[in-house]
């Protein structure tokens, strides 16, 4: 049993604890309150020179401090012939790409300011175009030497589409324009202008670019075929119609360049991009029936399509694809009909 004398004592204990921990309590946030600024007034101050926030803050930056400027652009060029002169090509050609790269990138930005400044200020328009003018100037001569390190790589599949853009950007009525020409010609992949030397040109140095290299492909094809090899008959025909396909722009592009300049130029290319146009769709439609007896009609009908879209289907390809179309249940009127007529067009359309 307790004594009254033991309860008056925790009773008194008890309250005391409870005061203690109610006075804590209350003061705990007092010290935390203490502790957090009570206002602007205590936040650390910034100069508005410093403040990245402030639209009128402007901080130039040195040209040579960033990679997108046209002293970055000559200080990769200057790397690139250090790579070439001791024969490393595979950096110089990395250090040539980023080159050409920014050059192209100053450019088309210089171009756009130009443009968006055009009937606001004639100044700032025609300095900006002029700055665009020069950058591309620079890309092009960084391409120019980007091609010649792929031939002395021995990579002519790389040089030829770069040269042919040179042409495109710099007319081949101007000296890097001629230069790159030359370079076609020496190559083999197009026959020297009148105004042209002939050099010393090496169809065979095109390799895989080339019209003998896509029949070359062809024939591979043809003996897996042969062996009843489809996959790789898929496979070779694939590339060699993408390597005809490749020819017939880049002969096209050419014929484009030159029309009104050079008539022969413009139509010895002309006629190249329509006789490898037909090899390509020839290498399609050897596909499409490769895809038949592989019983992959999904494959072959896209293929037969754009045979007619390119030949027309008035002429032989043309009709041929139209019949495999026709037998695989695609189409469900025979062409030509009985009593047809139809026109015979000159050349296939690309």
Do not use: W
Not at 94 to 121: C, H, M, P, T, V
Not at 284 to 312: C, D, F, G, W
Not at 339 to 348: A, D, L, M, V
């Amino acid at each position: 049993m307790v004594n009254s004398g033991t309860v008056c004592l925790l009773r008194s204990t008890t309250g005391i604890a409870l005061g203690a921990i109610v006075a804590f309590t209350l003061l705990q946030p007092l010290k935390a309150q203490a502790q957090q600024p009570s206002g602007p007034e205590n936040r650390p101050q910034v100069e508005p020179a410093d403040d990245p926030t402030d639209p009128s803050n402007v901080r130039t930056i040195t040209q040579e401090s960033t990679l997108l400027s046209v002293q970055s652009g000559q200080r990769l060029m200057a790397e690139a012939s250090n790579a070439i002169s001791s024969q490393n090509y595979a950096a110089a050609s990395g250090k040539l790409q980023e080159s050409r790269q920014i050059f192209n990138q100053l450019s088309n930005f210089y171009q756009q300011l130009a443009n968006s400044f055009s009937g606001i200020d004639p100044r700032l328009s025609d300095a900006n175009r002029a700055k665009a003018l020069e950058t591309a100037q620079m890309r092009d001569e960084a391409t120019y030497q980007l091609a010649l390190v792929h031939r002395a790589q021995n990579k002519p599949e790389l040089a030829v589409p770069l040269l042919i853009q040179i042409i495109r950007s710099q007319q081949p009525t101007r000296d890097l324009g001629k230069k790159a020409f030359q370079q076609l010609v020496e190559l083999g992949f197009v026959e020297a202008s009148d105004s042209q030397q002939a050099g010393n040109p090496n169809p065979t140095e095109m390799g895989l670019l080339s019209i003998p290299g896509g029949q070359r492909l062809m024939a591979e094809a043809s003996d897996a075929i042969s062996n009843q090899n489809y996959a790789l008959a898929s496979q070779k025909l694939q590339e060699s119609r993408q390597v005809y396909n490749q020819l017939s722009n880049f002969y096209q592009q050419l014929a484009n360049s030159f029309s009104g300049i050079d008539a022969k130029v413009a139509d010895t290319n002309r006629t190249k991009a329509l006789e490898t146009a037909q090899l390509r769709d020839e290498a399609t439609y050897r596909l499409a029936l490769v895809h038949r007896a592989e019983n992959k009609p999904e494959l072959a009908l896209p293929l037969l399509v754009q045979i007619i879209r390119s030949q027309q289907p008035t002429r032989d390809l043309g009709k041929k694809a139209y019949q495999q179309l026709l037998e695989l249940g695609f189409v469900d009127v025979p062409y030509p009909r009985q009593g047809g007529r139809s026109t015979q067009p000159t050349s296939s359309n690309k």
